[in-house]
């Protein structure tokens, strides 16, 4: 069983360009999570999809970041005219539907850098 | 709003030796998950261990065990037998175990290098 899958692994963009990072979750997870970590912090969380639904999207810049999860494929995070201070290692996580606590199960990450 | 806080940036220790990495979390939540992440060099975010709130026996996971005292809201985690492979970032994090959201909040790690 595959774990969580990212991709790009590493990504430069230069300002004002746009990135998009895509994350497939585990076989049979059908929900998904991404965190941000900036250097030298710990990760924070950013936004809960599951299938066609944003759940929460409490840590979500207002401005130039979306996602979505849809029916098919893998979910996308969405980041417009990047700045430098978007460069950070962003992640997503995945989980089962239901599970007797929820585990999430990360993906290896996306190092963007913003030049 | 729930908190984590891990009060030390940086530890070492020598190969075998213990050591035990502090965390504080602040909640009015009686039902939560404590889990224990390492993150290496590739950055990959490995599940050391975890602790159901409502079970008052800590957690053990061979070399790795937690100290969790409810009341104090601490979850400490002790690395017995420290081995080069141990050195790595470690994170704390908390989990409301409500229906909807299920985020991680996260502390802001503890760096360990375990000394040959």
């Known amino acids: 069983n595959a774990g969580v899958m990212q991709n790009p692994r590493h990504l430069v963009r230069r300002r004002g360009q746009e990135a998009r990072l895509r994350c497939s979750p585990m076989?049979?997870?059908?929900?998904v999570y991404w965190y941000r970590q900036l250097p030298e912090e710990g990760l924070k969380f950013m936004v809960y999809?599951?299938?066609?639904?944003?759940?929460?999207e409490s840590g979500m810049p207002k401005e130039r970041f979306s996602a979505e999860f849809p029916k098919e494929g893998p979910s996308i995070l969405r980041i417009q005219q990047v700045v430098r201070g978007d460069s950070a290692a962003y992640f997503c996580?995945?989980?089962?539907?239901?599970?007797?606590?929820?585990?999430?199960?990360f993906g290896p990450g996306t190092r963007l850098t913003v030049l | 709003a729930q908190t984590v806080t891990q009060s030390q940036p940086e530890m070492s220790v020598q190969e075998a030796e213990t050591v035990t990495l502090s965390c504080t979390y602040d909640?009015?939540?009686?039902?939560?998950?404590l889990f224990w992440y390492k993150q290496p060099p590739s950055r990959q975010m490995i599940l050391v261990i975890r602790?159901?709130?409502?079970?008052?026996q800590n957690a053990t996971e061979n070399r790795f065990s937690v100290n969790f005292q409810k009341a104090a809201k601490s979850f400490s985690l002790k690395i017995s037998d420290s081995q080069l492979g141990d050195t790595a970032m470690y994170f704390c994090?908390?989990?409301?175990?409500?229906?909807?959201?299920?985020?991680?909040?996260f502390g802001t790690g503890t760096r360990l290098k375990v000394l040959a």
């Open positions: 996580a995945s989980s089962p539907v239901q599970v007797s606590y929820n585990e999430q199960f």
């Open positions: 076989k049979g997870h059908s929900h």
């Open positions: 999809l599951q299938k066609e639904n944003i759940i929460d």
């Open positions: 909640t009015s939540e009686s039902n939560y998950y």
């Open positions: 602790q159901e709130a409502y079970k008052q």
């Open positions: 994090a908390f989990m409301k175990h409500v229906t909807g959201t299920y985020k991680y909040i």
